[in-house]
Nanobody, 120 residues
Framework: QVQLVESGGGLGQPGGSLRLSCAVS????????MGWYRQVPGKERELVAI???????TYGDSVKGRFTISRDNAKNTAYLQMNSLKPEDTGVYYC??????????????WGQGTQVTVSS
């Protein structure tokens, strides 16, 4: 079974840092794109950061210059380094991956979500 395993997050202080990680577990797949979206109550889910297999990286406007997405291809894992945290970064962060599974095709995966709270 192919699934996303998330870790990290929790409580951070304004101006501080947190890191999220997300791994695609299983076998027989390749990753097309991978990243994070976040959601706060009453608002739509918004893009935080995502990278594609072509090498492009896209960041949401509100996190540009503060958050950095990286990956370890050997571990099928992505990381989100969140610096200069702001209270408005508070929300549930969902890992997303678009993978291609052998004999099945393209599949979109979502993680269970990780709460990030930025507060003093």
């Amino acid at each position: 079974q192919v699934q996303l395993v998330e870790s990290g997050g929790g409580l951070g202080q304004p101006g501080g840092s947190l890191r999220l990680s997300c791994a695609v577990s299983g076998s027989g797949f390749s990753i097309n794109s991978m990243g994070w979206y976040r959601q706060v109550p009453g608002k739509e889910r918004e893009l935080v950061a995502i990278f594609s297999s072509e090498g492009t990286t896209t960041y949401g406007d509100s996190v540009k210059g503060r958050f950095t997405i990286s990956r370890d291809n050997a571990k099928n894992t992505a990381y989100l380094q969140m610096n200069s945290l702001k209270p408005e970064d508070t929300g549930v962060y969902y890992c997303y991956a678009r993978i291609e599974r052998r004999l099945i095709g393209v599949v979109a995966l979502w993680g269970q979500g990780t709460q990030v709270t930025v507060s003093s």
